[in-house]
């Protein structure tokens, strides 16, 4: 690695620590906080792998039912829109889930977090390690995680769960190549409120970002920060979005529209939620706070 991508990379590491941090008043987590975040993550998470076909022959035994979400009128699936709702003065209601720093597990230094097996056949060691019965909600949190980090990639995505910011920056140059610098796109509260769910006008033209090829990453729920990255052949458009909320609050949200929605499977609560026909291109969706997209920066 030269001195300069090794710079890069480190003012890179800073601004990921800011993003996925905030200010930084970090305390240790209940392990109540870690189940209640940890179940909204997976289940907004796996909205994104909801796209299995029945066809490809692999499972979806560990993938939540999108139906049975609905029938919860669980909020958080509040972020989709489509590509033409995308116009100034427009209202779309949107759930942002809140990043709560005091709230999210820290991440490991590389040596550490390398220490530490990650894998769903060490789970009972696991379990032993970090001091939690194998029935307890955390346990069951870290199964899902590690199930889900273990099954396999759709057709067309690359996907790596990253158990410290290092080795995600490598998963990110191995998609980008490593000669290309990129840099941290994620939605921005710009003021303070606990509003999550209420109706945004679009304030101004949203700005597309080049995207021609992007890494998403979202945190998951473990005893540590785990990051769920992962990246589309498909076509994906970019878009910083200026919101302005019925409270009064302000949001520069990052979107993504994807083009092709072909591979997602019929049942993708986004098809539900936005009442379009399966395979419908151009759905997109909100990024809340806590996760990030990783776009070339030229
Ligand atoms: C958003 O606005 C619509 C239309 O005015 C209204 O019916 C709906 O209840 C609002 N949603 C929220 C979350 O405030």
Redesign the pocket.
Known sequence: MSMKSVSFSFHLLLLLLLVMHGDGSGTEETADDLISKGNSVLRLHSMDHDRQTEDDGTTVQSRVDPLSRMDHMDLSV?VFFTLKDLKVGN?L?IYFRKKDSSKSPRFLPRQEADSIAFSLKELPNLLRLFSLSRDSPQAKAMEATLRECESQAIKGETKFCATSLESMLEFASSIFGSNTRFKTLATEHLTKSSTL???YTVLTTPEEIPAPMMVACHTVPYPYAILYCHSQVTENRVFKVSLDG?NGDKVTAVAVCHKDTTQWNRNHVSFRVLGIEPGTPGVCHFFPADNFVLVPDP
């Open positions: 509040m209202s209601p769910f209420q109706n019925e």
